[in-house]
């Protein structure tokens, strides 16, 4: 295992213990993050949502995998198993992330995932129906950074 693929190990091991000051020091000063739910977060935000994901996920689990590394570049594939708070129900989500390291420490990471899966199963019928629509997307996008935004100012 090469120093890069070093800095991801840590970084999903911590996330199986939710550590997340583990996860937090894995990051550059100047790291940048987006998925198809978080878009474009900066270091503070992306910290804060590991944060906030760590603490208020009781029942998640994760498991994770590295695909591919080359000189600063690193492919893992991750899988959440969680119950969406909002709905109670069991959602697992495949993840695939693209990570750039700079000096040892993450200074990109973007995470995809098939979000019209993700919602059939996180929010049922209406997932499964509107999922596909940037109606649904802008939405949950919506409440997403209003709770970390609320996360960031209560801790």
Excluded at 42 to 63: F, H, P, T, Y
Excluded at 127 to 145: D, E, H, I, P, Y
């Amino acid at each position: 295992m090469n120093t890069n693929e070093a800095v991801i190990n840590q970084f999903y091991s911590s996330f199986q213990k939710k550590d997340y000051q583990s996860m937090q020091a894995c990051y550059n000063e100047k790291a940048t993050f987006s998925d198809p739910v978080f878009r474009n977060l900066d270091a503070k935000q992306v910290r804060a949502m590991w944060e906030m994901l760590c603490k208020n996920g009781k029942d998640l689990s994760i498991d994770f995998k590295i695909l591919s590394s080359d000189k600063d570049a690193i492919t893992a594939e991750w899988r959440a198993n969680y119950l969406f708070s909002a709905t109670g129900k069991h959602v697992t989500n495949i993840i695939t992330a693209s990570f750039l390291i700079e000096e040892g420490k993450i200074i990109s990471h973007r995470d995809h995932f098939n979000f019209h899966k993700w919602a059939s199963q996180a929010l049922g019928f209406k997932g499964a129906l509107l999922g596909w629509t940037s109606f649904l997307k802008n939405k949950v996008r919506q409440q997403a950074m209003k709770s970390l935004n609320r996360f960031m100012k209560e801790r």
